[in-house]
């Protein structure tokens, strides 16, 4: 005889809080496109730096209609991102808002984090569906805003960390990067790392590859447009399949997770590597415990684990599905059956953990 439990005893005030919270939640889903709508417009680099302006002055500097400037500022306000003066009915952008949503070049840019979070919005019925029977939903089924909100993203990180930081911290790399040093980007998208790289050393050759042709499309554009074309190719292949052998360093920004066979990518890149050359690995920064990443990090990264990151992996070829969140031990796990014995963490940042494997 099955024996029923007596349901739990609901605390009233615990409730309420909760409810609110879920209020506050929905405001939040909704301001991730107001922010793009903000940025798309021009309404925050219009603010930025103007003092207070009245909804018909902001539609005036930014050529949008009036009535949606100021529903649009009643929301910006409420949730915090731009301050209300009442009495003089207008509305300021403060300076820290300013540069985390207009300075481009600054690590605190954040537009593209809320484009990539809209954009996997939009996709998530389609990969609703896939999760019923546990099939994949492939990166490149996924819509724009996800692909450049991605490189939005991570490019202020890279741009800040990579050459100043990252790249200095592995043992060696920069003195073979500045002698003249061949290396492969795996996962590259739109080349921004890969040209990054290029930039800061021009005696180095660089060959980035994607599975993802519309990136890899992109990303011969850029480097066109940044002028290194003559020591940048891009190559839509996977990452098992990367063309050349005998390079003195392979990197992997923000993808490794993503692979369907990481393992195999990582026997890859030791096939491809020098006796002496470096793999650089850039992942989201995990713990290696869930309750490490009960945190706001963790909670977007496990967010978009679970509509981007997880069904990428399995839609391919093993769909190990490490997750945005695989953490230190798990990636250590993966560049060892690789055949790579040396494994560090080299650095970090509150977004990335950066890691040296060698042969």
């Known amino acids: 005889m099955t024996t029923l439990e007596e349901p739990a005893a609901i605390d009233g005030a615990k409730l309420e809080q909760f409810v609110f919270r879920a209020v506050e939640e929905v405001g939040a889903t909704l301001n991730a496109a107001l922010v793009v709508m903000g940025d798309r417009l021009g309404l925050y680099r219009a603010l930025a730096g103007a003092g207070g302006l009245t909804p018909v002055e902001l539609a005036r500097r930014s050529g949008v209609s009036e009535r949606y400037v100021r529903e649009w500022l009643n929301a910006q306000a409420a949730g915090g991102y731009v301050e209300y003066d009442a009495a003089a009915d207008t509305y300021a952008l403060p300076p820290e808002q300013a540069v985390a949503l207009t300075q481009e070049d ?3 840019y954040l537009p593209g984090f809320f484009q990539v979070a809209l954009g996997t919005v939009i996709d ?4 609703v569906e896939t999760a019923r029977s546990g ?6 089924e996924h819509n ?3 692909f450049e909100g991605v490189e939005r993203f991570f490019r202020p990180g890279y741009n800040a960390n990579l050459v100043a930081a990252w790249l200095p911290a592995l043992d060696g790399v920069v003195e073979k990067l500045e002698a003249g040093a061949k290396v492969a980007d795996i996962g590259c998208g739109h080349g921004a790392s890969t040209i990054l790289m290029a930039q800061a050393f021009p005696k180095s050759t660089f060959v980035g590859s994607d599975y993802h042709a519309g990136s890899i499309e992109t990303a011969r554009a850029r480097a066109e447009e940044a002028g290194v074309a003559d020591r940048v190719t ?5 990452a098992a399949d990367h063309p050349g052998a005998g390079y003195d360093l392979v990197t992997m920004f923000d993808c490794l997770h993503d692979m369907g066979d990481p393992v195999g990518a990582s026997r890859q890149v030791r096939r491809l590597l020098t006796d002496d050359g470096t793999w650089m690995i850039v992942e989201p920064m995990a713990g290696d415990r869930i309750e490490d990443n009960l945190n706001p990090v963790g909670r977007a990264y496990y967010g978009f684990s679970t509509f981007l990151c997880t069904p990428a992996s399995l839609s391919q070829e093993v769909g190990l599905a490490l997750g945005a969140q695989a953490g230190e031990a798990r990636i250590h796990d993966v560049v060892s059956a690789g055949g790579l014995s040396r494994f560090r963490r080299a650095a970090e940042t509150p977004f990335n953990l950066v890691f040296e494997a060698r042969p």
């Open 106 to 108: 600054s690590p605190a």
């Open 124 to 127: 998530s019925p389609r990969v």
């Open 135 to 140: 099939e994949g939903f492939g990166w490149h």
């Open 144 to 146: 724009h805003d996800v």
């Open 234 to 238: 891009f190559e839509a292949v996977p």
